[in-house]
């Protein structure tokens, strides 16, 4: 895209929401887009998560301690036994399902 058509506020220096407010209230909505304009959709099929990072950053994962890993697994096999038993805990309160 040519920069010599830009607004000098685009240029170099960060927009403010005023002046980006300002920016898209004074556009023309039934102007055509640029032929070298790239789509949304071509910038997201380059990321690996189904959200943009702009909007939700793809979380990263962080070493847990062997602590924790044995109090999940407690926790999975303790629920698995008790539906295997056909107990049901939903309420916080062991009952039959």
């Given at each position: 895209?040519?920069?010599s058509?830009?607004?000098?506020?685009?240029k170099?220096?960060p927009v403010?929401d005023?002046?980006?407010?300002?920016l898209?209230l004074a556009?023309?909505p039934?102007t055509?887009?640029?032929?070298d304009?790239?789509p949304?959709?071509?910038?997201?099929?380059?990321?690996?998560?189904?959200?943009?990072?702009?909007?939700m950053p793809?979380?990263s994962a962080?070493?847990?301690?062997k602590?924790?890993?044995i109090?999940?697994?407690v926790?999975?096999v303790?629920?698995?036994?008790?539906?295997?038993?056909?107990?049901?805990?939903t309420?916080?309160?062991?009952?039959?399902?």
């Amino acid at each position: 895209m040519d920069q010599s058509n830009q607004s000098p506020a685009l240029k170099d220096e960060p927009v403010s929401d005023e002046e980006l407010t300002a920016l898209a209230l004074a556009a023309d909505p039934n102007t055509p887009l640029d032929p070298d304009a790239v789509p949304w959709q071509s910038v997201l099929a380059l990321q690996r998560g189904l959200l943009p990072n702009w909007y939700m950053p793809i979380p990263s994962a962080s070493h847990r301690g062997k602590g924790t890993r044995i109090v999940i697994g407690v926790l999975i096999v303790g629920f698995l036994t008790i539906g295997a038993f056909g107990l049901c805990i939903t309420s916080g309160f062991l009952s039959l399902a």
